[in-house]
């Protein structure tokens, strides 16, 4: 069977380096074909690796806060570029401060991404939902991804709480 391929990148202007290396372990181990863009990457960058590599999905991460600026317009860019219906997911600290995250989800949902990840999300997450996105699931991937759902639910409980605080 073909790998899935992926591109993976820190947008902006953003140096933090050491979530992306282990996202870039964590995909690699489990079978994908990962391209790894590094820290500082352009939207421009994350789109011509995606046409060169005919990536499925591209895996945007932001630390330091100006994600919601830095991912704005992505998706009219990547339909732009032919590449209509590419799974977009953003994960990492996508915005300033603690901040409701089913709104925050909400806000990037409207930006274009099919699937927003709170702080934290460890990657055996994104891995199920990635799988599942794209139809690949084992029947076993499928049954334990229950108790992966259900972590999703909790810790938007839990966001949800501390930031009512
Ligand atoms: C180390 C660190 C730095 C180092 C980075 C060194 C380096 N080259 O990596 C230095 C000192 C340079 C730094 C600088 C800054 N930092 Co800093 N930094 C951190 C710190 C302490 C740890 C980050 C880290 O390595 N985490 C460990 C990794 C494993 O976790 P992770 O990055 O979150 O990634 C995981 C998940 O989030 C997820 N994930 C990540 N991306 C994606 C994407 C997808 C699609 C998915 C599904 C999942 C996913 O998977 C990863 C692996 O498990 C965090 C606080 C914290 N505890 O997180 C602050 C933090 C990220 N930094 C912060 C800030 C504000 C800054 C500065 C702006 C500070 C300043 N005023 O200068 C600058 C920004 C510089 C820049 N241009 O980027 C804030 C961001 C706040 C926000 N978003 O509102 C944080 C949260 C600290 C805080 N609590 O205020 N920082």
Redo the contacts with the bound molecule.
Sequence with gaps: MEKIKIV?G?IG????????R??EY?FSSAGFDVTNLG??VSQEEFIAAAIETDADAI???????H?ELDVRGLRDKCDEAGLEGILL?????????KQLFIEVEKRFKKLGFD?V?P?????E??IY?LKKDLGTLTDSEREAGREIEQHIINTEEDHASSSSD
């Design positions: 993976i820190v202007a953003d140096v933090h380096a050491v979530g992306n282990i996202l964590a820290v500082m895996l945007v991460s932001s630390l330091y806060g994600g997911y953003i994960g990492g600290n996508i915005v300033v401060g699937r990840f702080p934290g999300t460890p990657p997450v994104d939902f």
